[in-house]
Structure formats: structure tokens, C-alpha cells
């Protein structure tokens, strides 16, 4: 059991503080946003993810598990401080650090003992040195402590189940003693850790977003070839996948990638590679493609629809991803956008993420469910995969719409049933031009 203090409480922070606790260590987790810890503290969580919910109620009872705005009661006993703040975009594209930054300032202010400063937050390489100078400036007297950085790699909507099966647990630091205590916490999960130093680990973190990404604009690159002559991108996929040197995940064609991390973190590598006069050509390539793939589904409405104007239609999915009600930089967001101003009434239905989703697309209306969704539309968006999308009812589909157009953005449909039940399909990069398969 150690005493653990985690800062922020968003997705990682509160997935890490639980998880940890449910690990049987005792686990203070702050934030500054007091809503969210009141929150907290009565079982309501600021975040949908599967099966959070009942492990932080089991570990607050049994003791483990505490929430607190105050740093001086976070780090009180604490042995360990991991940072997990935000770091979201700042204005040239490069990571914002004014959050990681305070969160350092007030460890350092109030650590009463000696202490690890585990960094979960993406942050570019050098943070972690950063880091180190600016808690030595601000402490009060000189206490020893020590910065690791530990890159956090779980998924929203599979939060837990990847924090507690991570593929691997990547630490960085020089000090030995400080990463090998850092690796004692992580020996539960049974991973492979590698001890590296901090700038070497920084730079694991972006090399594997941004790797991940290149896998995802790689096929859709591939996807937009298939549809013009003819191929299935789906099989493609399935076929290359096969090969252990290439593997089949991340290679799902579709609107291409959103969420809070890997289009922030592409643009800040390019952004680091840019500031040392290097030119990231491929990571230009990936941003590119992916911000194509979004103004590709609208053109798919418009060769269906024609003129937009006084056109409805519904978006099913608004989330950034399944299992999550994450909106962050959310693919649907620019492509009501894109519909709205062609002169669209937008309408979507999101199965959990419909309260962040009023925030983030005011002049969408929200609908109660995938038909309410439908009913009147002359064009269905496939934005995000939920699993109650794959079996609907499409005669009733068919019958609430005004006419029958689905551009499926995230491939969830066989191209040819869809075309049996009567709708006028689009997927992406599925070959199909209208009146059947193409030929080469
Ligand atoms: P988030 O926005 O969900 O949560 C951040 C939390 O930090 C908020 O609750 C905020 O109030 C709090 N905070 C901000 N400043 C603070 C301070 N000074 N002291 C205490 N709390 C403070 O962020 P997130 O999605 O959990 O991401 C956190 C970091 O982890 C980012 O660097 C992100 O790139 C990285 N990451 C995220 C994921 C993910 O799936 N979301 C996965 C891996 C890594
Ligand atoms: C991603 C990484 O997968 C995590 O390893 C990492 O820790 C995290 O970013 C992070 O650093 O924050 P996440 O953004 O939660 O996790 O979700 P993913 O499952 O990776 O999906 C990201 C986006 O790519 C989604 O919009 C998804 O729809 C899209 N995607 C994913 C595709 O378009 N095709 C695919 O084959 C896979």
C-alpha cells in the first residue's frame, strides 16, 4: 500500500487515482475545479466511462479512495504525486503548459516530505526537466524530490481495462531509485516496463499518438483510392491486417481521427520538429488527410442531396468515439458546421453524450433517439460506431425519413444490404458508385 496523491481529475487523473486505489493503494485525487470534486465526494462523476462509476463508489467506501481541492491535504502522506492535467492546444498548435505549470507550482508550495512527481500529462519533450526547475524554484526550503515521467496510454471507453492491461508501462528518469519506485506501483499490471530517460519517454508518448494516426490517415488515404476503383477498403484492411508486421487495429477508414489527444498531440510534434528546424512532412500529411476526411462526408450529402438549402439532416453519433461522452474536437462538430452553413437543419442523437454535445453544437437539435433522429430527414451521418447503431430497424428508419440517403462515416453497414433495403448509401472507400460495385 502507498500513499498516492493524483492532480486532475478528468479522464486519466480520475481513471489513474481509481484504478491505483483499487490496487490497494490510498489515493488523494485534487483538482482545482471545486464543482467537480463536490461532485466527487457525493458519487457523481464529471465523466462517462465505463465502469467508473461503480469502482470509485466500492473505493471510496472502502477508504482508499478520497477527493480534496487542497494540495496541502493531498500531499499530506504522500509518497507519489502524479500530474494529469490537461495540456490541450495552445495558439501556434504547440501544448499549452499554463496547467501542468500550476499544478508544479503548488506541489512544490506545499510538499511537506520528500516526494516523487510522476508525470502522466502529454507534454513535449523537455516538460519533465521544466518541471524539475520550476518546483526547485518554488519550494519554500530545499525538500528532495524527484520528476518521473510515466506517459499514460489508455483509450477513452476502454479507460479502465487499458489502465489495468496497459501493452506496456514506459518510465523516464535518470534517477533509479525514483523510477524503480515508480515501477514497484505498476508491477500489479504485469507489463513490460522499460526505464528510459525523461526526454526519451516524452517523446514515446507523441511517436506512438502520432504513429497511431498515421495508421488511421494511411487508410483512409487508401480508402479514397479504393472507392475510385472499385475496392473495399474494409477487406483491404481485414486482408492487410493479417500480416503481423502491419496488424489490423487502427486501420478502420472512416471520418478519420477526433478526440482530445491525437489531434492535438500530431500538431504539437510537428510543432516541436518545426521549432528545431526540422520539416515534418509526414506528420503534415496525416493532419492533412484527416481534416480532408470530415469535408469529404459533407461533399458525400451534397452529391446525394444536391443543394443543401432547407435539406435535414440527422447525425447518429456526436461523441468523438464510442463508450465515451468525450466531444472534444468530435468529427461531428465540424460537420454540422460545414452542413449548416450549406444551409442544413442538423438534428443528432448521441447515446450518452448529448449534454456535452449542447454545448459544443448549440444550433443542432437533439433528438431522443436514432429515429426521433431520422423522422423527416433527407440524409442520415454515420458520425461516431455505438453499438445500438449496427442493428436498427430500417424499415422504420426508411418510412420516419423524408428521403433516403445515409452516408456512413464509419463503415457500420454492408454497402449491398443497404442498397437491397432501398436507401441510397455511401460509405467510405467502399467501392460502391451508386448502381453497384464499380469495376477496375
Ligand atoms: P481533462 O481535461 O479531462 O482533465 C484535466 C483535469 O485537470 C480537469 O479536471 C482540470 O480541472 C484539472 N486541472 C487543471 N489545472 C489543474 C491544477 N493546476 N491543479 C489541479 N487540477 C487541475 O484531461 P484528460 O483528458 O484527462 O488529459 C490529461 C492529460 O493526459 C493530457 O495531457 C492528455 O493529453 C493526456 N492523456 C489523455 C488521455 C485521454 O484519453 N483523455 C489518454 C492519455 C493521455
Ligand atoms: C488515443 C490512443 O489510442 C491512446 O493510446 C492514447 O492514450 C490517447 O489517444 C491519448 O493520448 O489521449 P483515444 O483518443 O481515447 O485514445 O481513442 P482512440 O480509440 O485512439 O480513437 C481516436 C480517434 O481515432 C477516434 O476519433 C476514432 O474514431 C479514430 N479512429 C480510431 C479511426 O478513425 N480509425 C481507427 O481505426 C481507430
Not at 87 to 108: F, K, M, N
Not at 169 to 175: E, F, M
Not at 292 to 319: T, Y
Amino acid at each position: 500500500m502507498k500513499n498516492i496523491c493524483v492532480v486532475g481529475v478528468g479522464y486519466v487523473g480520475l481513471v489513474t487515482g481509481t484504478c491505483f486505489a483499487d490496487l490497494g493503494n490510498r489515493v488523494t485525487a485534487l483538482d482545482i475545479n471545486e464543482e467537480r470534486i463536490e461532485n466527487l465526494k457525493r458519487g457523481v462523476l464529471p465523466i462517462y466511462e465505463p465502469g467508473l462509476e461503480e469502482m470509485v463508489k466500492r473505493n471510496v467506501s472502502s477508504g482508499r479512495l478520497s477527493f480534496t481541492t487542497s494540495y496541502a491535504e493531498a500531499l499530506r502522506d504522500a509518497e507519489f504525486a502524479f500530474i494529469a492535467v490537461g495540456t490541450p492546444e495552445g495558439v501556434d498548435g504547440e501544448a499549452d503548459l499554463q496547467y501542468v505549470r500550476a499544478a508544479a507550482e503548488a506541489i512544490a508550495e506545499a510538499m511537506a516530505a520528500p516526494l516523487i512527481i510522476v508525470n502522466k500529462s502529454t507534454v513535449p519533450v523537455g516538460t519533465g526537466d521544466w518541471v524539475a526547475e520550476i518546483v526547485r524554484a518554488k519550494q519554500p526550503a530545499p525538500m528532495p524530490f524527484s520528476v518521473v515521467s510515466c506517459p499514460e496510454f489508455l483509450r477513452e471507453g476502454s479507460a479502465i481495462a487499458d489502465f489495468m492491461n496497459p501493452a506496456r508501462t514506459i518510465l523516464g528518469s535518470l534517477d533509479h531509485d525514483a523510477a524503480n519506485r515508480v515501477a514497484d506501483l505498476h508491477l500489479p499490471l504485469r507489463a513490460p516496463i522499460l526505464v528510459v530517460d525523461l526526454r526519451t519517454a516524452e517523446m514515446i508518448k507523441y511517436a506512438s499518438n502520432a504513429f497511431l494516426a498515421t495508421k488511421i490517415s494511411f487508410i483512409n488515404e487508401i480508402a479514397n483510392v479504393c472507392e475510385a476503383l472499385g475496392a473495399d477498403v474494409k477487406e483491404v484492411a481485414t486482408g492487410m491486417g493479417f500480416d503481423p508486421r502491419i496488424g489490423r487495429q487502427f486501420l478502420d477508414a472512416g471520418l478519420g481521427y477526433g478526440g482530445s489527444c491525437f489531434p492535438k498531440d500530431v500538431k504539437a510534434l510537428a510543432h516541436m520538429a518545426n521549432v528545431q528546424g526540422k520539416h515534418p512532412q509526414l506528420l503534415q500529411a496525416v493532419m492533412d488527410i484527416n481534416h480532408d476526411q470530415r469535408r469529404l462526408v459533407v461533399s458525400k450529402v451534397r452529391e446525394l442531396l444536391g443543394d443543401l438549402d432547407g435539406k435535414v439532416i440527422g447525425l447518429l453519433g456526436l461523441a468523438f468515439k464510442p463508450n465515451t461522452d468525450d466531444m472534444r474536437d468530435a468529427p461531428s462538430i465540424e460537420i454540422a458546421q460545414h452542413l449548416q452553413t450549406g444551409g442544413a437543419r442538423v438534428q443528432g442523437y448521441d447515446p450518452v453524450a448529448m449534454t456535452a454535445a449542447g454545448r459544443h453544437m448549440p444550433r443542432v437539435r437533439l433528438c431522443e433517439d436514432a429515429y426521433e433522429a431520422a423522422n423527416g430527414a433527407d440524409a442520415l451521418v454515420i458520425c461516431t460506431e455505438w453499438n445500438e447503431f449496427k442493428q436498427l430497424d430500417f424499415e422504420r428508419l426508411k418510412g420516419t425519413m423524408r428521403d433516403t440517403a445515409i452516408i456512413d462515416g464509419r463503415n457500420l453497414y454492408d454497402p449491398a444490404q443497404m442498397h437491397r433495403l432501398g436507401f441510397r448509401y455511401r460509405g467510405m472507400g467502399r467501392g460502391y458508385n451508386g448502381n453497384g460495385y464499380s469495376q477496375p
